[in-house]
């Protein structure tokens, strides 16, 4: 949620921060903005909308600039608007900052600074913290650096800021709690960023800073140090990532390109971990916790959106094959009803970005009172995956549609492993379910690129006949219960139709109401043990007139009776089933979203990476 960036060093920081925000502006599209560093002044140029706004807007202005920092903003505190737009300057206009995160003590702080005479150009609650700083530093006759460290210790809530001061011309003052800061170490530059993609075509190298931590970032030095004023030392990680790797490569939407990529990030979710040779399975992660693991009266899973779907249809999974207790939590939810948790609890916490809000500060709660974390998280690096006892990455490479797809099928590969892995440790399944069960693991990359040759174009045709539909029903039953409620998820997303998850059977008992002529009802109904049951479930809604649409199995007949609307994917074990189910019902969205006009890459109201709560 807000993307930040900032650039110091030898070359004219405005194309690097444009290009910067460019990349971060998955994160929030409300507005944009610069400040850069003109010698005699700071000049913030800024504007509502999209960075292409912000890029109109700066042509012909002044940018002869080294140093600079940049936003894009996701609004929280008051609404897309050029006047709450980063960056802010503080009343005496010396200084400005961006800030990513929400300030939850913004109104008490605002009136103490209202009665001291402050003013304030905009609503939001950044510029209350920048001016309380500026405060601190007018009356402490202090440095900016430790203004900010006095103010900070008095913040309540999440941020990263980055300020410019009009008296520190070769310096870039950083802090972050909460959201994410990383800063890229380049020859005689720094780059900074909410995540690693702004720097990626200059520098490998990466400081990842932590929680209460404060940089003074100059073109060729940097110093780190933690709100005590004790000077600490970097720790440099090499990036793992390729500039192509956040570029659309030819593909219209970087929605589709991951849609496309499935085969291989699912492959790469499972490379070194699903031996076929010798038939095992190797995740580090499980091994490191082994022992809580086989001592679990429970196991307990933390997630929001897509990533809780993946979560529930793990609790079928994992009930099924290891005959433990799982109980899938909103993390919303889990962080605030005060949930009872011991030392004997293990808690998977499944992020795509792994610095969403409410898990993060769910596992926070849960770890103080002596939970195990087990981190399924795709960002490396993240909060998530630094705050877990063990985990496993996803692998997926940058997710950069808002929209998550091979996230999730990357985040069920593993969930798969984890459950059959697990098993084997129980000794809850035989030896014969196993063994197909991974050959049916092994083959999925396979099928989905099988699904992908050979069905969009029936996809998108399907999408045409139903793209002004008002309403859509998605119905499933037990493993296909989480995709149907993902199908809905990703329609409502990218193409703002109104859709509904739901377990089949249930149906009956209200939903069924809506159905009338106009009404398409998506049914995830590939060959199960309950495939008759859906089949009925079928008829009762062609019998009251609903528009059928199906995923179904090759090879089905009965389906084809009842719709011609079939969206196929090969015949596997009914564990494994979801994980191709998704997939068409990932296209239809895609191709609905994109009928209907939309911007299917940055839906409205949405942000990437929920970094408040
Ligand atoms: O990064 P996370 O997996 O923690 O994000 C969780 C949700 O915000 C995310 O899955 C969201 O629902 C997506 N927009 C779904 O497409």
Known sequence: ???????????????????????????????????????????????????????????????????????????????????????????????????????????????????????????????????????????????????????????????????????????????????????????????????????????????????????????????????????????????????????????????????????????DAMRGRLDMQQQTITLSGIDKIADKLLAANRIIIVACGTSWHAGLLAEYVIEELCRVNVEVEYASEFRYRNPIITDKDVIIAISQSGETADTLVALENAKQQGATIFGLVNVVGSSIARLSHAGAYTHAGPEIGVASTKAF???????????????????????????????????????????????????????EKYKDARDFLYLGRGYNFPIALEGALKLKEISYIHAEGYPAAEMKHGPIALVDEELPVVFVATKDSYHDKIVSNMQEIKARKGRLVAVASTGEKTLADLTSDLLYVPLVDEVIAPILSVVPLQLLSYHIGVLRGLDVDKPRNLAKSVTVE
């Open 1 to 267: 949620m807000c993307g930040i960036v900032g650039y110091i060093g030898t070359d004219l920081a405005y194309p690097v921060l444009l290009d910067g925000l460019k990349k971060l502006e998955y994160r929030g599209y409300d507005s944009a903005g610069v400040a850069l560093h003109l010698g005699d002044k700071v000049a913030v140029y800024k504007k509502e909308g999209k960075v292409s706004n912000l890029e109109n807007f700066v042509q012909g202005k002044n940018v002869q600039s080294l140093v600079g920092i940049g936003h894009t903003r996701w609004a929280t505190h008051g609404e897309p608007s050029d006047r709450n737009a980063h960056p802010h300057y503080s009343n005496s206009g010396n200084i400005a900052m961006i800030h990513n995160g929400i300030i939850e003590n913004y109104a008490q702080l605002k009136e103490e600074l209202v009665q001291k005479g402050y003013t304030f150009q905009s609503d939001t609650d950044s510029e209350v913290l920048l001016n309380f700083i500026e405060d601190i530093k007018i009356n402490n006759a202090c440095t900016l650096e430790e203004a900010v460290r006095v103010a900070l210790k008095r913040i309540v809530g999440a941020y990263v800021i980055l300020l410019l001061d009009k008296d520190l011309p070769d310096t870039i003052i950083a802090a972050r709690k909460g959201s994410p800061l990383v800063i890229g170490i380049g020859k005689g530059a720094h780059y900074l960023g909410s995540d690693a993609s702004p720097m990626l075509a200059y520098t490998k190298e990466v400081v990842y800073i932590n929680d209460y931590e404060l940089a003074i970032v100059k073109a060729d030095e940097l110093i780190l140090k933690n709100l005590g004023n004790e000077t600490l030392t970097p720790f440099v990680q090499q990036l793992d990532l390729e500039l192509a790797a956040i570029e659309k490569n030819g593909f219209d939407h970087f929605m589709l390109k991951e849609i496309y990529e499935q085969p291989k990030t699912i492959f």
């Open 409 to 463: 099928t990357a985040q069920l590969a593993v969930l798969y492993l984890f459950a059959l892995k697990l098993a084997t440790l129980k000794n809850t399944i035989s030896q014969e379910r196993y063994h197909r069960l991974i050959n049916d693991l092994a083959e999925v990359p396979t099928h989905v690129q099988w699904i992908l040759d050979t069905q969009d174009e029936a996809i998108k045709a399907i999408a």
